[in-house]
């Protein structure tokens, strides 16, 4: 059997299970999203090279003052990316994934930032690269963004995993917008899990270079393995995280855990990164329930 598929079976049982825990317990997972919501914002700008932390992030969305000078930018990239994040949880569940909802969430992400490119795809001679990677032609957008789209429909048997990596390849490889693809990018990934049942993922800013060199893989060889990986390990500690919160469990730092059980902290921290152990990652820090 694949280690995806692997991946994915175990992905399932902690969704019966999240599933499970979950019954009566919908203000609990309120409060869970709502904390989530600041480290879905600094992560993905953060990728984007937004200088903010987490705790600034976290500031900004309080509307707590700085102690230092922050751009007007930065601070709408937080502010709008947040209102993007908190609006899909009820979006998703009412509509499907298309070229449409695509450019409203981009015209809320852009407004204030960029009102010239907000909520539209590029046109004429707006190209864009990344590195050394240069994006399709504004001619090729649409045709591309509706492939991509009725390859995922068409796909619905098919793993989550592998689905929602080959969605977010083709739609970063196509870059579609002047400015946002990253950000617009992670948040159509959690547009179609929430959609299809499954809980958000927050792909980390510590894990960039891979994150990158999934994009380098595709691009080059056409492959979606690194990112099948990013995407499994992803909803994996999404789930843990939940189901910690849901079961009832008190939850530790895997610093403390490691030291009432007397076992080595650096073992448990490569489990963690494999997820292979219950443990998952809030505010940079490794936690479990126990």
Not at 57 to 62: F, P, Q, S, V
Not at 110 to 130: L, P
Not at 237 to 254: D, F, Q
Request: charge should be positive.
């Amino acid at each position: 059997m694949s280690k995806i598929l692997n991946v994915f079976n175990k992905i399932n049982s902690l969704r019966e299970r999240c599933y499970k825990a979950a019954t009566g317990k919908e203000a609990l997972l309120q409060l869970i999203a709502e904390t989530e919501v600041a480290e879905q914002v600094y992560n993905s700008n953060a990728i984007e090279n937004s200088t903010l932390t987490l705790e600034e992030t976290e500031k900004i969305l309080l509307q707590i003052d700085l102690d230092r000078y922050i751009t007007e930018r930065e601070i709408f990239e937080a502010k709008n990316l947040a209102r993007v994040v908190v609006y899909i949880e009820k979006r998703a569940k009412e509509k499907e994934l298309d070229l449409e909802v695509i450019l409203s969430l981009h015209k809320m992400l852009i407004s204030n930032i960029r009102d010239d490119v907000a909520g539209r795809f590029r046109m004429d001679n707006e190209y864009v690269r990344v590195g050394s990677y240069i994006a399709p032609g504004p001619k090729e957008v649409v045709d591309r963004l509706e492939k991509m789209l009725a390859e995922y429909n068409a796909a619905s048997q098919e793993n989550i995993i592998k689905r929602l990596a080959k969605l977010h390849l083709a739609f970063e490889h196509t870059h579609p917008f002047v400015d946002g693809n990253g950000r617009i990018g992670r948040v159509i990934n959690n547009y179609v899990l929430i959609r299809e049942g499954f809980v958000p993922i927050n792909i980390k800013f510590i894990d960039r270079q891979k994150y990158y060199d999934a994009f380098r893989e595709f691009d080059q060889k056409g492959a979606t393995l690194e990112m099948e990986e990013i995407v499994g390990k992803a909803l994996t500690n999404s789930y843990h995280k939940r189901l910690a919160y849901l079961e009832g469990k008190k939850i530790i730092t895997l610093v403390d855990y490691a030291k009432n059980n007397k076992l080595s902290h650096s073992n448990l921290i490569n489990k963690a990164n494999r997820q292979t152990i219950e443990a998952f990652l809030e505010k940079n820090v490794w936690k479990i329930g126990v």
